[in-house]
């Protein structure tokens, strides 16, 4: 069966048929936008018989479009710098975007909507515009001039056909860029947490053996504590303990040869040595645990312990008090901050060689501020070697201060003495002043 013959139409529609499968073909393939709006440009100008042509897309601000691609007019680089943002007014040109519907001119020189083109470029006769759309919304145009013959509803068509491709690989272009920025900063983020992360483990690790050195600095100030209390009371009580012993052996003994008067000197005796006896228990027991820090508080048991640390020291130490002291239940707060100032005055004892020592008391309405002074020989506290075993008792004050949310600031310098300043915020709500 013979076909039937074509017309010059059918060819026409035919070629561009295929014109349009192979551009789909060729979009899919191209990587790179430019090239694709160069191509597809080119199978326009070809297809319409075009003499030249642009895609243009709206500027971010709506203001202009931007001439992304041209072809038949090659224009020097000065004049695409200067023209190639086109004011998106309603002239023939622009109507197609700000319209979003094709335009076609047949004479755009003379066209109620006719603008002025710029010296240097070609004059604009017939001309066909149609919007590149997104969703519906125009992001740009396909602009096609000066075919032989005006353009007519099927240009319009076809060109419509490629604006809607155009505009898809346009939008996976804007994709694609979304992504590789999207990644780029989810590999930034990835570095910074992992470098955090590294950060905090070290900072663990480091504060980890930090609390192992107190812990094993506590362990031994507990040994050195009790091996002291077991000396005190061999060397104290128990001589005491020895000597009433042999008064109450020689008072048995002049009992039974009726020496009741030299008996009665026996008795007093060990009742005096029975009273030594008791003083030295309860120095004991202070020692292990001031009473006076739960029954009067944190003022009475510190001027009670500079008062004994003068003596044992050797060196005046006053204890004063400024503004209205509140009792600190909360967290053991009264016995870390005697037991910090403690370690203050040892070490003014071991190190300083002053000749006194001060310990001030100020109570605000919320915070306690306790500085312990001294006027020695004073050192650069950031040169102190705490990676030492020994050196445990900046840190141990700092880690109390820390335990009961306070601060703890040390100045020190050569030759001007030192002041260990301790600041915690305080509660008057449930105090009993
Ligand atoms: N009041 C002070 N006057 C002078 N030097 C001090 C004073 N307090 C601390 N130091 C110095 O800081 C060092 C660290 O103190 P510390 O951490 O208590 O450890 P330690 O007392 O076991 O040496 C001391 O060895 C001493 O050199
Ligand atoms: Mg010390």
New binding site residues.
């Given amino acids: 069966m013979a076909l039937p013959p074509t017309s010059e139409k059918q060819i026409q529609n035919n070629e561009w048929l295929q014109a349009l499968y192979h551009l789909a073909l060729e979009l899919t393939a191209l990587q790179n936008l430019d090239s694709v709006l160069n191509t597809a440009l080119k199978h326009c100008l070809d297809l319409t018989e075009s003499q030249f042509g642009f895609v243009g897309l709206a500027s971010e601000d709506g203001q202009a479009l931007d001439v992304v691609a041209m072809d038949g007019f090659h224009p020097d680089t000065a004049f695409y710098e200067h023209f190639h943002l086109i004011p998106l007014r309603p002239n023939v040109f622009a109507r197609a975007v700000l319209e979003n519907r094709p335009i076609r001119s047949h004479d755009a020189r003379i066209d109620p909507a006719k603008v002025g083109q710029p010296q240097g470029h070609p004059p604009v006769i017939a001309f066909l515009g149609v919007p590149l759309r997104l969703m519906d919304k125009p992001i740009g145009m396909i602009g096609l001039a000066n075919r032989p013959e005006p353009y007519d509803l099927e240009h319009e068509q076809l060109l419509m056909t490629y604006a809607a491709q155009i505009a898809i690989v346009i939008r996976n272009a804007q994709l694609y860029e979304e992504l590789k920025l999207a990644k780029k900063e989810l590999e930034i983020q990835v570095v910074n947490r992992t470098q955090q992360l590294e950060e905090a483990k070290e900072s663990l690790a480091q504060k980890a053996s930090q609390l192992q050195k107190l812990l094993n600095e506590i362990v031994d100030v507990e040994e050195r504590e009790r091996h002291r209390i077991a000396q005190d009371m061999h060397d104290g009580i128990n001589q005491l303990l020895v000597g009433a012993m042999l008064e109450l052996k020689s008072m048995q003994h002049r009992l039974t040869n009726d020496q009741v008067a030299q008996a009665e000197n026996s008795l007093q005796s060990v009742q005096s040595i029975l009273h030594q006896v008791e003083a030295e228990i309860n120095q004991i027991i202070h020692d292990l645990h001031p009473p006076s820090l739960e029954s009067l508080g944190l003022f009475p048991a510190l001027r009670r312990y500079g008062e004994k640390f003068s003596q044992y020291a050797k060196m005046p130490c006053s204890v004063q008090l400024l503004g209205d002291p509140v009792r600190l239940g909360a967290d053991n707060m009264e016995i870390h901050l005697y037991r910090l100032v403690q370690?203050?005055l040892?070490?003014?004892s071991?190190?300083?060689a002053?000749s006194q020592a001060n310990v001030l008391l100020n109570y605000s309405s919320k915070t306690l501020k306790i500085s312990v002074t001294?006027n020695?020989?004073?050192?650069d506290?950031s040169n102190?070697d705490?990676e030492r075993e020994?050196?445990?008792?900046?840190?141990?004050?700092r880690e109390r201060a820390e335990i009961i949310g306070g601060q703890l600031k040390i100045q020190?310098s050569l030759g001007e003495?030192?002041v260990?300043e301790v600041m915690v915020p305080i509660s008057r709500e449930f105090g009993d002043g």
């Avoid at 020994?390 to 004050?397: A, E, K, N, P, V």
């Fill in positions: 370690e203050a040892q070490n003014i071991m190190h300083s002053a001294d020695g020989k004073g050192f506290p102190v705490t020994s050196h445990l008792g900046l840190i141990g004050m020190s003495g030192t260990v």
